[in-house]
C-alpha cells in the first residue's frame, strides 16, 4: 500500500505531462496567389501581435501546408487579464488561477534559402487562418485556466496547445478546431 502512495502521485504526474505534450497539427490550403518557395509558420506573439518565436513551419507547395506543433514556446509570460489583447476579449477579463500562456499566429515568408527561417530578404506575411466560417484563435498555455470577461466570453483553456473557432458578433462564440484543412490567407 505504501508502494501505491508513492507511485501514484508519479504516475499522475507523468499522465498530465504526456497530455500537455500531444502536438497540434494544422492544415491549410492558402488562397490566391502564391508565391514560389512560400512557406508557412506558426510563432507566438506579444501583445501588440509581433512575432517573436517561431515554433513551426512548412513548405506550402501550391498552397498546401501542414504543421505540426509539438515543443511548448521556451518562454511564456503570465497571463494578466489587463494584458490580454486576444480577439473579443473586453474588459474587465479576468484569469482564473496564475498561469503562463502566450498566443499564437500564422506567418508565411518566401523561403529562397529553403532553410524554414525568415532570412535578410524574407519579410513575414500574416496569414488569416480559418475554420469554416469561424476565425481560427490559436493559444498555449501551462495549466488548465479560464478567461472571462466582458459581453459573456468564457473561455476554458486546456493545458498545452488550444486551437479555437472564433466568432464575433453581439457575443463572443468560441468552439474546438475541428481539425479539417483550413482556409488560409495572406495579409496584404
Known amino acids: 500500500m505504501k508502494a501505491l502512495k508513492t507511485v501514484l502521485p508519479a504516475l499522475v504526474a507523468l499522465l498530465l505531462g504526456a ?3 500531444a502536438p497540434l497539427v494544422l492544415q491549410g490550403q492558402l488562397r490566391g496567389e502564391v508565391p514560389p518557395d512560400l512557406s508557412v509558420g506558426i510563432w507566438t506573439v506579444g501583445t501588440a ?17 501542414r504543421i ?4 511548448p514556446p521556451s518562454s511564456t509570460p503570465e497571463l494578466q487579464g489587463a494584458a490580454l489583447h486576444w480577439p473579443g476579449v473586453l ?5 482564473s488561477v496564475p498561469s ?16 524554414g527561417q525568415p532570412g535578410a530578404g524574407e519579410p513575414l506575411r500574416e496569414v488569416r487562418l ?26 476554458q483553456l486546456q493545458p498545452g496547445w488550444n486551437a479555437l473557432g472564433l466568432h464575433l458578433g453581439k457575443s463572443v462564440q468560441l468552439r474546438p ?12
Open 19 to 21: 497530455a500537455q505534450s
Open 49 to 65: 501581435g509581433q512575432p517573436q518565436q517561431l515554433l513551426g513551419t512548412a513548405p506550402a507547395p501550391e498552397g498546401r501546408w
Open 68 to 71: 505540426t506543433l509539438e515543443q
Open 91 to 95: 474588459p474587465p477579463v479576468q484569469v
Open 100 to 115: 503562463q500562456g502566450q498566443e499564437l499566429r500564422a506567418y508565411a515568408f518566401v523561403d529562397r534559402d529553403r532553410n
Open 130 to 155: 480559418r475554420d469554416g466560417s469561424q476565425s481560427l484563435f490559436l493559444v498555449w498555455v501551462d495549466r488548465a485556466v479560464q478567461v472571462s470577461a466582458a459581453h459573456g466570453y468564457q473561455l
Open 177 to 188: 478546431y475541428s481539425g479539417q484543412p483550413l482556409d488560409a490567407r495572406l495579409s496584404p
